[in-house]
């Protein structure tokens, strides 16, 4: 789970801070303020991990990717190729780390949290290299081991501390430059005796960006058939068009959901068909095969109670663009994190304040006994969202620890990311000035309009008598 986020001369961001990110993270801003970059960048880390060349500091994306950034010059801040790009991620371990130094078996290092920093520049051709990039393995808030690896002057190097690298007999050579922007080549390794824990710090990121999810804004259009040969999808796929297989694949495959502790545990199909019922848009939701022994599939919907069941292509909007983020939260890995932009896009007010109990459910919900850790980052333009959640940290159904809220404005220096205080009765200590536009400055207008209205139409009157 990503507990922290900072990106330095990124897009529209000179700086973010740090950012923290809690289990629900919901990030709120005007239009091309910059919120979407935030999960661009991490789009990009997830496809240069996924990419076969190690060589290739930071894939920006072509037709077949997750993301298509354009060149190294579009993605810096102001456009400056002398600008450093900086990033660091930082994120809870699923279990503990316990290192040792083989060369000092006394010597052991423990953490639950890893931070990745990482700085990439351009080279005289314009594309990206990684200059350094550094992890932090801490307990707490006690650092408790730290690697470097870069370019100085032209020349590699990797540092430890405390615990001291130690190179291999006959091999005091220098290190090889880094791979991507945050692995270390094999032959680097090799030359020191004690350097093979830093393996485990790769593993974890990998791990990490390999079990990030992203769905876009805009949703694949509802099909009066949907085929199925009975493959499992990594996720619901950016547009959302691979939802349907991917609830038959998590049905077929026994998989069962509950909503918390002590709560009843539901096949996934059932368990997607309540909650869609919960949030008001229909009544009861199945997914059939249109004839035996066949690999197509209908979805079809009651609307109401007593109604006759319909495809999903003869309802309203609403259903085929809601199921995409609703399948996608409790689908995604145990230990996923879900980046998703605009989910209450085509939905009624009322639908979109219940969604709101959706995803708090689903950073709480269960699989086969566990916690599912599930991480939700969202962006959102929904102020009946962000009642709803506001309600519910009153009520006790989710703490402000689990929450964290955050409002991007632009200015003339670039973005600017502000973190909304919320506090035990929901409330938001420090407003921003036009949050949701200035509803007051509307009344009071529609009030002046009113009034000037009426006595143009008495004067109107007044003359005609």
Request: one cysteine or more.
């Amino acid at each position: 789970m990503l507990t922290e986020l900072r990106l330095q001369n990124f897009k529209a961001w000179r700086d973010t801070g740090p950012m923290r990110l809690a289990p629900l993270t919901v990030i709120f801003g005007t239009n091309s303020s910059g919120k979407s970059s935030l999960g661009h960048l991490l789009m990009a880390l997830k496809q240069t991990a996924l990419l076969t060349d190690r060589k290739r500091s930071l894939h920006l994306g072509d037709d077949s990717s997750l993301i298509d950034l354009g060149t190294f010059e579009d993605c810096l801040y102001d456009h400056d190729l002398n600008q450093t790009l900086g990033f660091s991620l930082s994120w809870k371990s699923q279990e503990p780390l316990l290192l040792s130094d083989i060369l000092n078996p006394g010597q052991t290092f423990c953490g639950d949290e890893l931070t990745l920093e990482a700085e990439i520049a351009a080279n005289k051709a314009q594309q990206p290299v990684t200059r350094q990039f550094s992890y932090t393995l801490h307990q707490g808030d006690e650092d408790v081991l730290k690697v470097r690896h870069g370019r100085h002057d032209g020349k590699p190097f990797l540092q430890c501390e405390p615990l001291r690298l130690m190179h291999a007999q006959g091999r005091n050579w220098g290190v090889e430059s880094p791979e991507k922007f945050y692995r270390f080549s094999d032959k680097t390794l090799s030359r020191y005796q004690n350097a093979h824990f830093l393996t485990e710090f790769v593993l974890e990121a990998e791990q990490l960006l390999e079990n990030f999810y992203h769905l876009g804004p805009l949703r694949s259009p509802p099909k009066r058939v949907y085929p199925w040969s009975g493959d499992t999808p990594p996720d619901v796929g950016a547009e959302g068009e691979l939802t349907i297989p991917a609830i038959l694949a998590a049905t077929q495959q026994g998989r069962k959901l509950n909503r918390g502790p002590k709560q009843k545990y539901q096949p996934f199909d059932a368990f997607i068909a309540g909650w869609l019922k919960n949030l008001g848009i229909i009544h009861a939701f199945k997914v059939e095969p249109i004839a035996k022994g066949r690999k197509e599939y209908e979805v079809l919907i009651q609307a109401h109670i007593g109604v006759p069941w319909v495809k999903l292509t003869d309802v309203g909007f609403g259903v085929s663009q809601i199921l995409p983020a609703l399948v996608q939260a409790f689908y995604a890995p145990p230990h996923s994190v879900l980046w998703m932009e605009q989910p209450e896009i085509h939905l009624h007010p009322r639908v979109q304040a219940n969604l709101a109990d959706a995803f708090i459910c689903a950073i709480h919900a269960r699989e086969n006994g566990e916690n599912r850790n599930t991480q939700l980052i969202i962006e959102s333009h929904s102020e009946h969202f962000l009642n709803r959640l506001q309600r519910r940290i009153a009520e006790g159904e989710v703490t402000p620890d689990e929450v964290a809220i955050y409002f991007v404005t632009r200015r003339r220096n670039g973005a600017h990311l502000e973190p909304l205080r919320l506090n035990e009765y929901g409330d938001i200590e420090n407003w921003p000035d036009d949050f949701f536009g200035d509803d007051m400055e509307d009344i009071t207008q529609r009030a002046l309009a009113a009034a000037k209205k009426r006595k143009e139409k008495k004067k109107a009157q007044g003359a005609g008598a």
